[in-house]
């Protein structure tokens, strides 16, 4: 519960810094939130208690501290990325508050035990994100992106909520520990699952409810996409897992097929849609819908392994997509430019970014020494872990496909020339930060094995 | 012995090329790696060599096991047996002379040498695992710094080359992966999984199981190595990448794949291997022959090397699929001299171009007479290539060819026989080259200004050509070194096979 | 009886001259180069005599047989615990023979070519290759090992095409030297092959013990090489004929001669040592070596016999019509080997193994007077700067010493009495009239047709019309003469050996038995042959022309080589290069390549065709998601169950 | 049939007409008033419900904010009297088509479930739902209720950010985009 | 007596019939009052269930308040998005806002 209040103190903080008299310097404003949001981060890893709160409705335990820490990390990181953007933004305050409503939304819905507060976790991470999404205000796409946002997730939340409405009617309980015991596999059950699944499968951008994604993430701010691609992304898979293992354990013969047929749908379509993009955020939002069909494979695999993979990918998907996107985000606010062709020639001008882009590209497509490698490596190996090699070849040969696009990005920037490339940038102090952090976590989260590990530890 | 080192000095060389400024900094960093590494790959050797008559006869040497991922029983593990030694040093060769002949690499000079030492990491790291994670891993290690290299410092098609050869590659290590999970699964030590690769040597996997995940693994390995019919990013891979990048690509990047198809996928699935053996065979010869041909119409020197590396990396196939100790020891020495002698090739290919701006054999000519050294280099690779005796290629193909011809079956005899029908085709496409491009008159006047070799060109032809004939004129050690190692791998087959068939 | 000690030097001594040489000898040797190859050379051959002398005078017979002694022998590479090569010095007397042979040759080649190769800006490289041939030819000469033999004949290959190419800026050199390594190559893959079968089922590579092992005719192994059978062949067949190709494509034997000729493009003088008595003959060395097998062999050994008989006939026919002077030489030398061949052919074992003796018989005097043709030939031609006996013509007033040395050479390979080759050659024509009356009659009628076209040259030489060319210089200097007169006084001498005495092919002596009266048919028809080309070439008629002429299109064929180079051309050219090199290219490139890209193409194509989906309007898109889980819902609720 | 059950069917034909009224007609100003009624008509099933204290609940959320809201909206944004555009009919037929089979298969499946009512009176007072509503002891629901209070702040300040026309930008009438249209297509 | 089914078959209803208006109007305000009658059906579901079946406890009732509490903030949220989308492209057709596509 503390990560919670930590949080709900920090969207009080901005409430008064909004309401109060002081008008604050931008630059000042980000300055403090970044520190503040590392306090959070710093704080959320000691003094932790597991457990269970009101009523059993909200739970607590090791494994779901990590889960929020890495999502605390992953907002900072964000956060360090999108100073250059904020700078010159107007609602500063609004913004953090919107952004760390949508996060304790999370945190809700993660130590959620409850159906009904796991539905106002995921509504409440889901509505300011749509006014977020909106959040670059003179743009016609932001608007558009925040209008698609808000009708796919309005709609998406009416099937779940008709879901979850049949649940109750099945079994006149919200708490997960009942259900897990009285969801069997009749017809229904398996009606109200898929309506539930789906409606989580929405927010991860699993075809065919990904659609959103790419339009919602090339019309936000980046820093919304970001957001949208790693945190708000990774939540829902950390709750698909618990939901799926400990509530709706009683069907996993039928949500296995689903997975297997929906992760290898998702990792086709994202992968024959991400091969012909231009803007760079599109680009990313259907490799990210490729990404989450891996994680589908991964998941599917059923065993602690599976589970630790999933955390594990995530934890290095945020490393890697945010090592990308901040590069990306950056250029994005100084000029504007977010297509692979602006990018040809960029190693001429800013080897560095190029870099770093290679690096988060790299780890994406799973290259070693790239975490992301590991990352990859493991999920398969644990979709494999029931013996069932089909889902894991045909994840294997995506990876392939995959990596054509993402090399693609790689040609441009480093292979191709342009009369007129992306002048050379720098990148203010926060978004070194964020940039080292990321790298670093890239180059040590894989190779030393003790992110693994601990995670491993705590699936028992 | 710590054989970490050999992945350890490279990464302190790139590491330290990091601060490094300016060019000459950079080279000299680098060239003091590659120069150390060396040093410590002949020290090992020794080493080796010592243990091995002090009557050490465990299948590995040096070997060190760390735990790495314990909770999926991945290890750190390492170990050298004689086959990994000769790839050892072979890589040691072709990186020492792969950085002396990009000596004066102008642009991006840093980035240059930081991925060349870096796709030899993981290739040295590769040589030494005996864990196919950590195995795996370094294959992959090694596959991107030779999409950059090629696609940023390339020339032609580059881009196409880099894209088409990244994408095979990792198509390959893909199955490999498919073939290495299959693996995973189906063994069992002690109660686990495991990706020990002595363990699973232990671990009897069922045919069952190996007939549906040798293909994966022999064909992902086998795609590095240019098997027929994935062999297609090889001719534009090694064409459009500069001179050292060709040189790692054929002398090293390929010989990944053969080492793998070795110590991977015969070794852990021998009876699969042994059923497959026909296929793999029939591939091979068709690689053989039909890269031969391929070479002969080829006006590119470049594509002309590389067309007849699809060609000799086809022995290395063959000696494998025959299954004999013979010809596996062949397939092993043809991995080290075709290292050697397609990196010369590349070598004075590059140097020829650099000065000329020409690989077009039409445009060239009568380069003895302005060139000398560097066609004499050029024509000594030629006659490796065409497996001249006192030169490596004799060797090697012969032990194939031999090993070979131990299988009495009339199949067996016609594929050895197709396959030694090349080296006729091969003297064919090699002659018409050197003819055209060293020998004949001087093609363009403006030529008869080109300087010969620079030092550094001549040190690294040297050290390529100073391999060549140790290995051709006294192969003994090699096959000293080598045949214990392939006896292990054959002993395994023996009894598997024969226990299956009687 | 050690001889250890210094034989090997014989052919290490020619490979320091090449390495020495090779390395460092346009730096060290600008001027020296040709002294220090031959002075290695002369130690070489001195050498090789006294070792000859000590192995058939000191050491001699034991039990009356010349034993064969390995003298040096060590384990280069093993295949398997039974196969290995070994890298050893074998001496028997064939092997010391030729080690007499190869190193005079080359010493005299090597005096020769100090002054005709002078002021060559490759100079020292010249010397360098002549070392690593003679270092290569000596050691196949002395191979135990079959393999050794392989290893060297790949060599001898190797410094040949090098010394053929030496003028590498003419192209027609190049080409010829290209024809010549790929000719031979071809041919050493039988060899190869043969290599293969024999040791495979003999169980061994070292050449004593194969022969061993598959003449006995109890042992396992030859039990197995002659039940084993290809296409109705036993292997034994398949094994010893594929070996005969090789020595047939080294020796230029029809059909594998056709390099030889083109070979004449290097420098004379390698000419007369590689091309005429030394490395051309090693074919016949070859099948001498494993002659036991070929003799328990019996189609092999008519393959031998006709293979030599043809081309010794064909050789000799087309050589009358050619006007190269070189060229003449190089088919006058594939005739004799021919001879060589069949002498093999028709020859026994024992008490009957006179074409045994008489082929090496021939291969030693041969060496002398057909290397002596040569270099008259190159002393001509370095004097009139052409081939062409056309630009020839009463050059013995200006080159007296060459005229006397040619005529000797003309004479002895003519087989008149008492020259060298009137010895060997009756030897030869006695061996195959025992044998065949059908290949004594060729051998005779070609003895006829020798004797006509080398008097044909030599009356085209040094009589005919004087051309102005051959007044423009004097003879050449004593370095050219010398070598010259050495050798004709060899050609004269080597004929009085009692060769029987030393080489047959068991081991033991045996007397010649050509009887004087044996001798008239040949000489009369030798002298025939002198005198017709006397009438013809000694004045310019206008006979020769009206000859040709009368001919007709018998004549055009065989002036054109009988059409076998045409033939070849369209073999390589229009059959392997465009019917399956350039299809092999073709279909690499666009079908499989193809492919691969297809593949590529094929997902970048879908991936456009399906981009509508993506619409941008998001009530489709709710229209999906529900689509999406109605499908799921019917999947799993009715089809997946 | 009783009242009761009379009551029932008027109700739900006339919520569900009312329904359909408000998703088809094409004057956007009925389709509210249309909405309207049939939210009054869900209200008026919660009457029949007898649970009188979300049927107030409904009217006074729905009716006199959300509806109200929307109307403001409308009046915002368009004028009234204007008839909307129809959708493509290739969209409609779909729809059409998915929406019935959606609605069977979800019928078949809730008609195949067979629910068994419990029969016992279903005993609710607006204290018990209030002392729930905050308490943090078993079935309480004070957790949620701090949720939904944080997402009410977030979403109205999220309104206000996105609605309220900021002063600076008053003149700026014509937005810009650094976007061109097409760029993102690569044909 | 009503049986459940019924009931449910009206919510259901009112559910498909939500789910077509968001499907067919153009009007993103029409499309929003589509969004809430499928709220509403869900309502009508929960207070059912709860009533019939599991009248012990309160769950459906809580439910229902919590989803109408946030319907109002989606639809603030949405109306404020609509009327921001109808200031940039003067529209509030929904096919006006489809220039990110494919």
């Known amino acids: 519960m503390k990560q919670e209040l930590a949080v709900i103190l920090l969207i009080f903080l901005l409430l008064f810094i909004k309401l109060g008299k002081k008008e604050w310097k931008n630059e000042r404003l980000l300055t403090l939130l970044n520190i503040l949001l590392a306090l959070n981060l710093v704080s959320g890893f000691t003094g932790n208690t597991s457990g269970n709160l009101f009523g059993n409705m909200f739970r607590t335990n090791e494994l779901l501290i990590f889960e929020k820490n890495l999502l605390n990390l992953g907002t900072l990181i964000i956060s360090l990325q999108s100073t250059a953007w904020l700078k010159t933004h107007k609602h500063v305050p609004e913004f953090y508050l919107l952004l760390l409503s949508t996060l304790l939304g999370m945190f809700f819905m993660l130590s959620a035990n409850n159906l009904l507060l796991f539905y106002l976790g995921l509504e409440l991470s889901g509505i300011p994100l749509a006014a977020l999404a909106n959040f670059d205000l003179e743009k016609r796409r932001s608007a558009e992106a925040a209008m698609k946002f808000i009708f796919s997730s309005a709609f998406s939340s009416g099937l779940l909520l008709f879901g979850i409405s049949l649940i109750y009617g099945l079994t006149g309980t919200l708490n997960f520990p009942d259900l897990a015991q009285q969801l069997t596999g009749s017809p229904l059950a398996i009606f109200s699952f898929l309506l539930f699944f789906s409606g989580l499968a929405f927010k991860m951008s699993v075809v065919p409810f990904h659609f959103w994604t790419a339009d919602v993430y090339e019309g936000a701010p980046v820093a919304v996409t970001s957001y949208f691609s790693v945190i708000s992304k990774g939540a829902v ?224 | 012995m710590n054989l970490s080192l050999l992945v350890i000095i490279p990464l ?24 150390v590494q060396f040093a410590f790959c002949l020290v090992l050797l020794y080493a080796f060599v010592q243990e091995r008559s002090s009557g050490n006869n465990k299948a590995f040497l040096f070997e060190t096991d760390y735990s790495w991922y314990a909770a999926l029983n991945i290890h750190y593990h390492t170990g050298v047996d004689g086959i990994s030694i000769a790839m050892l040093l072979l890589t040691a060769v072709v990186v020492l002379a792969g950085i002396l002949v990009s000596w004066r690499q102008a642009s991006n000079s840093k980035e240059f040498f930081f991925l060349l030492i870096f796709l030899s990491l993981g290739a040295y790291g590769f040589f030494i695992s005996l864990d196919l994670f950590t195995m795996f891993t370094f294959l992959e290690v090694a596959v991107i710094p030779k999409f950059l290299l090629i696609g940023i410092w390339g020339s032609g098609k580059k881009e196409y080359s880099a894209m088409k050869l990244a994408l095979m590659l990792l198509g390959g290590s893909a199955l490999i992966f498919i073939g290495l999970v299959g693996i995973y699964m189906h063994s069992s030590f002690n109660g686990t999984h495991t990706f020990d690769l002595t363990q699973i040597a232990q671990s009897n996997i069922s045919l069952a199981v190996q007939k549906i995940f040798f293909p994966f693994a022999f064909v992902g390995f086998g795609i590095f190595t240019a098997l027929f019919p ?38 852990l699935m021998p009876e699969a291997a042994h059923y497959y053996s026909a296929v793999i065979i029939v591939l091979a010869c068709v690689a053989i022959l039909y890269g031969a041909f391929a070479t002969m119409m080829q006006t590119d020197l470049k594509y002309m090397n590389a067309y007849s590396s699809i060609s000799h ?86 032990t194939v060819f031999m090993g070979a011809w131990q299988k009495a079956a009339a199949f067996y005899r016609i594929a050895t026989i197709v396959a030694c029908a090349s080296i006729v085709v091969t003297a064919v496409y090699i002659l018409r080259a050197a003819g055209a491009a060293i020998m004949g008159p001087v093609k363009k006047i403006e030529y008869n200004q080109l300087t010969d070799a620079s030092w550094n060109e001549k040190l690294a032809a040297g050290v390529l050509t100073t391999g060549i004939l140790i290995m051709g004129i006294a192969p003994f050690w090699l096959t000293k070194l080598v045949s214990p190692a392939t006896e292990t791998i054959m002993n395994k087959i023996t009894v598997l096979v024969n226990g299956n068939i009687i | ?152 004949w790949e060599l001898v290959g190797l410094s040949s095409y090098l010394l053929i190419g030496f003028y590498f800026d003419k192209p027609s050199a190049v080409a010829a030297s290209k024809k010549a390594f790929i000719v031979t190559r071809f041919a050493d893959l039988g060899f190869l092959a043969g290599i293969l079968i024999l040791s495979f089922y003999g169980e061994s590579l070292d050449t004593g013990t194969l022969v061993q092992r598959l003449t006995n005719l109890q042992s396992p192994q030859y039990l197995a090489v002659t039940t084993a059978s290809f296409a109705g062949i036993t292997a034994l067949s398949w094994g010893l004929t594929m070996v005969f190709v090789g020595g047939a494509g080294k020796s230029a034997m029809f059909p594998l001669h056709i390099w030889l000729p083109d070979a004449m493009e290097g420098p004379t003088p390698v000419s007369a040592l590689i091309h005429a008595a030394t490395m051309v003959v090693a074919g016949v060395y070859l099948v001498a070596r494993l002659f036991p097998l070929f003799y328990i062999n019996h189609a092999s050994l008519i393959v031998v016999t006709i293979i030599g008989a043809v081309s010794a006939l064909l050789a000799a026919l087309i050589a009358c019509t050619q006007t190269d002077i070189k060229r003449v030489l190089a088919y006058s030398t594939m005739s004799q080997i021919g001879y060589m061949m069949f002498a093999l052919g028709v020859s026994g074992t024992g008490d009957n193994s006179q074409g045994y003796t008489a082929s090496m018989f021939h291969l030693f005097t041969h060496a002398f007077f057909k290397s002596l043709l040569f270099l008259g030939a190159g002393a001509i031609i370095h004097v009139i700067h052409s081939n062409e006996v056309k630009d020839m013509g009463g050059l013995r007033k200006y080159m007296p010493v060459t005229h006397a040395t040619f005529l000797v050479a003309c004479l002895a390979i003519s087989g008149i009495p008492p020259f060298a080759g009137f010895f060997s050659k009756e030897a030869i024509l006695h061996a195959s009239f025992l044998s065949n009356k059908l290949i004594y009659a060729i051998a005779l009628f070609t003895s006829g047709l020798t004797a006509f076209y080398m008097f044909r040259l030599y009356f085209l030489i040094f009589w005919h019309k004087t051309t102005e060319r051959a007044q423009l210089h004097n003879e050449g200097s004593f370095i050219i003469k010398g070598p010259l007169v050495l050798l004709a006084a060899c050609s004269v001498l080597a004929g009085f050996i009692p060769f029987g005495t030393f080489i047959s092919a068991d081991g033991k002596p045996h007397e010649s038995a050509v009887e004087f009266s044996f001798s008239v048919a040949p000489v009369l028809v030798s002298l025939a042959g002198i005198l017709l080309a006397m009438w013809l070439y000694k004045n310019e008629t206008a006979l020769p022309r009206k000859l040709a002429a009368s001919l007709g299109v018998a004549y055009r064929i065989v002036f054109r080589k009988l059409y076998i180079d045409e033939i070849y051309l369209f073999i390589t050219k229009k059959i392997l290069f465009n019917l399956i090199g350039r299809p092999a290219a073709w279909i690499d490139r666009h079908i499989i390549d193809g492919l691969m890209n297809g593949i590529a193409a094929a997902t970048s194509k879908i991936s456009f065709a399906i981009k509508g989906i993506q619409s941008g309007k998001v009530q489709q898109y709710t229209m999906y998601f529900l689509g999406g889980v109605l499908a799921l819902t019917i999947v799993f609720l009715y089809l997946w169950t | 049939m009783t009242a009761n059950e009379i009551t029932f069917y008027v109700i739900s034909g006339c919520l569900l007409v009312a329904a359909v009224l408000a998703v088809t007609t094409r004057k956007i100003f009925r389709a509210a008033i249309w909405l309207l009624f049939s939210l009054v008509g869900v209200a008026a099933l919660y009457f029949w419900m007898e649970v009188e204290f979300i049927a107030a609940v409904q009217i006074v959320v729905y009716v006199g904010g959300i509806v109200v809201l929307i109307i403001f909206s409308v009046f915002l944004t368009q004028q009234t009297g204007k008839e909307m555009t129809r959708a493509p009919l290739v969209r409609i037929i779909s729809a059409v088509f998915a929406v019935l089979l959606g609605f069977l298969l979800t019928w078949l499946q809730i008609n195949h479930a067979a629910f068994t009512p419990a029969g016992k009176p279903f005993n609710w007072d607006v204290q018990n739902i209030g002392s729930q509503m905050l308490s943090t002891g078993k079935s309480g629901y004070a957790l949620p209720f701090e949720a939904v209070s944080i997402l009410l702040l977030a979403a109205m300040v999220g309104c206000i950010v996105i609605a309220l026309k900021s002063p600076d930008h008053s003149s700026n009438n014509h937005p810009t985009d650094n976007h061109s249209p097409n760029k993102n297509n690569i044909e | 007596m009503i049986p459940l089914s019924h009931i449910l078959f009206v919510s259901t209803a009112l559910f498909f019939i939500g789910v077509y208006g968001l499907f067919t109007r153009r009007n993103l305000i029409t499309m929003l009052m589509s969004v809430e009658l499928i709220l509403n059906s869900v309502n009508i579901n929960f207070i059912a269930f709860n009533k019939y079946l599991y009248p012990d406890k309160l769950d459906g009732i809580f439910f229902t308040i919590f989803i109408i509490t946030i319907a109002a903030a989606e639809a603030a949220v949405a109306i404020a998005i609509i009327i921001n989308l109808y200031r940039s492209h003067q529209s509030i057709d929904v096919d006006d806002a489809g220039e990110m596509k494919h």
């Open chain 1, 237 to 460: 898979v950390f709750v698909l897992l618990a939901v799926l293992y400990n509530v709706f354990g009683m069907l996993s013969g039928v949500w296995y097929n689903v997975l297997f047929l929906l992760s290898v749908l998702t990792m086709l379509t994202g992968n024959l849609f991400a091969i012909r993009q231009q803007n760079l955020k599109r680009f990313l939002a259907f490799s990210s819908v490729t990404q989450a069909g891996f994680l589908l494979v991964g998941m599917s695999g059923q065993s602690p392994e599976g589970s630790t993979s999933v955390i594990y990918f995530v934890l290095i998907y945020i490393f890697s997509n945010l090592a990308a996107f901040g590069v990306i985000s950056h250029v994005s606010a100084v000029t504007g430019k977010e297509t692979i062709d602006d990018y040809k020639g960029f190693y001429k001008t800013n080897p560095v970014l190029s870099w770093t882009i290679a690096i988060g590209v790299f780890s994406l497509a799973g290259v070693p020494p790239t975490a992301g490698f590991f990352g990859k490596f493991f999920l398969l190996l644990a979709g494999a872990g029931k013996q069932h090699y089909l889902l894991v070849s045909i994840a294997a040969l995506n990876i392939v496909i995959s990596l054509y696009y993402y090399l693609r990005v790689v040609k441009a920037i480093f292979m191709d020339n342009n009369a007129e490339p992306i002048e050379k940038l720098s990148l203010p102090v926060s978004a070194k930060i964020a940039m080292f952090i990321c790298l670093g976590g890239i180059l040590v989260t894989g190779l030393a094995s003790g992110a693994y590990q601990y995670i491993h530890s705590l699936m028992q």
């Open chain 3, 1 to 152: 009886m050690s001889y250890a000690s210094y034989i090997a030097l014989i052919p290490l001594l020619p490979l320091t001259g090449f390495v020495l040489l090779g390395l460092c000898g346009k730096t060290m040797f600008k001027r020296t180069a040709g002294i220090v190859g031959t002075v290695l050379l002369f130690i070489a051959a001195i050498l090789a005599i006294y070792t000859a002398w000590q192995y058939f005078f000191v050491n001699g017979k034991v039990n009356g047989v010349y034993e064969p002694v390995t003298a040096l022998h060590f384990q280069w590479l093993s295949f398997s615990e039974t196969l290995h090569i070994d890298i050893g010095i074998l001496l028997d007397p064939i092997s010391v023979m030729m080690l007499v042979v190869v190193t005079f040759v080359s010493l005299m080649v090597h005096i020769f070519s100090l002054g005709y190769i002078k002021g060559e800006i490759r100079f020292a490289t010249y010397f360098a290759f002549l070392g690593l041939f003679t270092f290569s030819m000596l050691g196949l000469v002395i191979a135990s090992n079959l393999f050794q033999i392989y290893i060297f």
């Open chain 2, 12 to 35: 302190l060389t790139s590491l330290l090329l990091l601060p490094a400024k300016g060019v000459k900094q950079v080279r000299l960093v680098a060239l003091l790696g590659a120069a």
């Open chain 2, 230 to 267: 994935f062999h297609t990013w090889v001719p534009d891979g090694h064409s459009s990448a500069p001179t050292a990048a060709s040189m790692f690509l054929a002398g090293i990047s390929m010989k990944l794949g053969g080492y793998g198809c070795l110590r991977v996928a015969t070794f």
């Open chain 2, 313 to 398: 990396c086809g022995f290395v196939l063959l000696g494998i699929g025959m299954l004999t100790k013979t010809a596996i020891n062949g397939a092993v020495l043809q991995m080290v001299s075709h290292g050697l002698m397609t990196a010369l090739f590349f070598a004075a290919i590059g140097m020829i171009y650099d000065r000329t701006h020409s690989r077009q054999m039409a445009e060239l000519g009568g380069l003895l007479k302005i060139m000398p050294f560097i066609s004499t280099v050029f024509v000594i690779a030629g006659l490796c290539s065409l497996g001249l005796p006192g030169l490596s290629g004799f060797v090697a193909e012969m």
